[in-house]
């Protein structure tokens, strides 16, 4: 029974880490500002869960007892730090919610798309406002933001302490702002959940804690936005294009569990149901006035779907699209995927004509799918030797070993050895 009581205890730990880390710390630091101490506080709590737990019991309600110990940790901390009549009235303000909270048996509130709206306010630098969001609302550490954003662990650390510093500082609300503040947070907002999803994407079979579920919880978070926001097409744009990628997602690998590359997907595995809720958001959003990054990307997957139907997927559309997309956003990972619709419809050395171009990134000296883009297109152009280096860099580079497998294959069909 201890062993099983252990388990149980880690187990019931680790999920609500995975669904409920940003609720719990949006609402820990709701009247605070201080995102960095609600943190601190929560992980003394988690802590303090693998102790208990295990001995005790897992506790009926267990966010409720984990946020009742998180802020009594954060009183501990005020008391410290803190002193007079204001210090004291904030301190009860707090002490009456443990209560309310250890002996409440309704839901939580989830304030976490207040608190990403905080997180994305003018007075935080734009570029810190989406890696803040990821890490505030499912608890990444600064490494795993930084590889999302292709910057330095420790640069990202710096940034996001100092961002965190400023929430605190300037008081800013967690409130969803007025209509006419909305736009500029608006982006900030669906940046942070489009790379929430890319993250558990980039996990299909579900294999690492650390990113499992987040697929899902990128969607719920964009259903979430659509609902407050449903007039505004960007936050459609963003869910269609989340509910394309989603739809494939069983096909994404074969029955002995290999990888399978989007060309060479069975079109008849993907969720019909996703792709028709995707298609109508598209259709919605594509009435309204403006069109915006994730409106292209979702048409992007619109031209791809048409495979459906036995059809080939529309390459002049999607070498269209990406270069409007380029324009937009002038990222280097647009280009790279704006070279393989180039590479469709020019041949593989006007696709490689565009991988040249960003030789120059630093960005892209450790990022796999430039290297596995540009040795697919060596290859194609008959360039064996270039290409097989290349391949080699994006399989040292390349984590989930089905794509590296698949890139080993690659390679050896093309020097003609075994798999190593």
């Known amino acids: 029974m201890p062993a099983e009581n252990s388990a149980l205890a880690h187990d019931t730990a680790a999920a609500i880490a995975r669904q409920s880390y940003g609720k719990l710390v949006a609402f820990l630091a709701r009247r605070t500002r201080d995102l960095a101490s ?13 102790v208990d737990w295990p001995a005790g019991g897992v506790p009926k309600n267990p966010e409720a007892w984990l946020l009742t110990v998180a802020r009594r940790k954060q009183i501990d901390a005020l008391r410290r730090q803190q002193s007079g009549e204001q210090a004291t009235g904030h301190l009860q303000l707090m002490a009456d919610e ?16 207040s608190l990403m709206f905080a997180c994305a306010h003018p007075a935080i630098d734009r570029a810190i406002r989406a890696p803040l969001i990821l890490q505030t609302i ?10 999302a954003f292709l910057v330095s662990p420790a640069t990202m650390a710096q940034r ?33 959940i489009y790379a929430a999803f890319a993250e558990g994407w980039s996990d299909p079979a579900g294999t690492e804690a650390r990113r499992r579920n987040l697929a899902d919880e990128g969607i719920w ?39 399978m590359p989007l060309a060479e997907q069975d079109p008849q595995l993907w969720d019909a149901k996703l792709i028709d809720e995707a298609e109508t958001l598209l259709r919605r959003a594509s009435t309204m006035p403006g069109t915006g990054r994730y409106q292209l990307e979702a048409a992007v997957q619109s031209a791809h779907v048409v495979r459906r139907l036995g059809c080939s997927s529309d390459w002049a559309a999607i070498e269209s699209i990406y270069a ?5 956003t002038g990222s280097p990972v647009v280009a790279i995927n704006r070279s393989v619709a180039v590479a469709e419809t020019s041949g ?42 290349a391949y080699e860099r994006a399989i040292g580079l390349e984590a989930d070993p089905a794509v590296r497998r698949f890139l080993q294959r690659r390679r050896s069909e093309l020097v003609g050895a075994p798999p190593r």
């Open 98 to 113: 443990v209560a309310a909270t250890a002996a409440s048996e309704a839901m939580l509130p989830d304030d976490r798309l």
């Open 160 to 192: 996001l302490v100092r961002a965190k510093n400023k929430i605190r500082e300037a008081g800013i609300p967690f409130d969803v702002p007025e209509r006419n503040e909305l736009a500029e947070r608006l982006d900030s907002v669906l940046e942070a």
């Open 38 to 50: 609600a943190e601190d506080a929560l992980s003394e709590a988690f802590a303090a869960a693998l």
């Open 324 to 328: 409007v997309l380029l324009r937009i």
């Open 348 to 389: 593989p050395a006007a696709g490689l004509a565009v991988l040249d171009e960003l030789a120059g990134d630093s960005r892209l000296t450790n990022y796999q799918p430039y290297w596995a883009a540009r040795a697919e297109l060596l290859a194609r152009a008959g360039q064996v030797d270039a290409a097989a280096a």
């Open 221 to 259: 978070l964009g259903r979430l936005v659509v609902s407050l926001l449903p007039e505004e097409p960007e936050a459609l744009g963003l869910l269609s294009l989340m509910l394309y990628a989603q739809s494939r997602r069983e096909a994404r690998r074969d029955a002995c569990g290999e990888y």
């Open 138 to 147: 499912l608890g990444f550490d600064a490494a795993t933001v930084g590889s």
